[in-house]
């Protein structure tokens, strides 16, 4: 019996962002991974399922990558077993190094620009965080300390990992396979690692133009 092929979680975050903002380099750079990374999971995408995106030319930015209907319809099917980003609110630290303030026990490095003491809301996607079982040399400049609070396996090989982080929820995807591995299960204290670059700013649309 064959398996039907799948999206990896890199898959996702990288259509994901390629809808938000419809260039290679700048979708490549807010997930953390190589332009030529980006244009090969690209292309393995196209040699499994068909063309997921399209080069456009011309245009005030000179040219973009946009997700064709297929490769929106891809995308589509993740949501529906998928949350949302973590979500947190707090005051924007200058630095060095830049950083958001969230509270008590939360803060987290970033790397966009914004005014001192400036309310900013921020994004981290769940898949976009590293488990480890102890403080490691990575170079992900945010640690948190966080304890297991449920673990809820998927069918087509992922978990959703759901932990407190000084008061606050947080959700992180592995696979089962590190599930089994850290033996991740409730009350198990993690380090939750997320690159600065993966920090991103959530910028409220605003109102329609006239």
């Known amino acids: 019996m064959t398996r039907e092929p799948s999206l990896t979680p890199t898959d996702v975050r990288l259509l994901r962002e390629l809808e938000r903002t419809p260039n290679v380099v700048r979708a490549a750079r807010a997930i953390g991974i190589r332009r030529d990374r980006a244009v090969y999971r690209l292309r393995r995408l196209g040699s499994l399922f068909g063309p997921v995106a399209a080069a456009v030319r011309g245009g005030v930015q000179g040219g973009s990558t946009r997700l064709t209907p297929l490769g929106r319809r891809l995308l589509a099917r993740t949501r529906g077993d998928r949350p949302g980003s973590n979500r947190?609110?707090?005051?924007y630290r200058r630095g060095p190094p830049p950083s958001v303030d969230l509270g008590p026990g939360r803060r987290l490095e970033v790397t966009f620009p914004a005014r001192e003491g400036a309310r900013v809301t921020v994004e981290v996607d769940p898949d976009a965080l590293i488990v480890a079982l102890r403080p490691a040399e990575l170079s992900a400049r945010n640690g948190l300390r966080a304890t297991v609070e449920r673990v809820r396996l998927r069918a087509d090989g992922t978990a959703l990992v759901t932990a407190r982080w000084a008061g606050?929820?947080?959700?992180?995807?592995v696979t089962v396979g590190s599930v089994r591995r850290l033996r991740l299960a409730p009350g198990r204290t993690v380090v939750l690692y997320a690159k600065a670059v993966s920090?991103?700013?959530r910028v409220s649309p605003g109102p329609p133009r006239s």
């Open 88 to 91: 947190w609110t707090g005051a």
């Open 168 to 173: 606050a929820p947080v959700r992180a995807e």
């Open 199 to 201: 920090v991103r700013r």
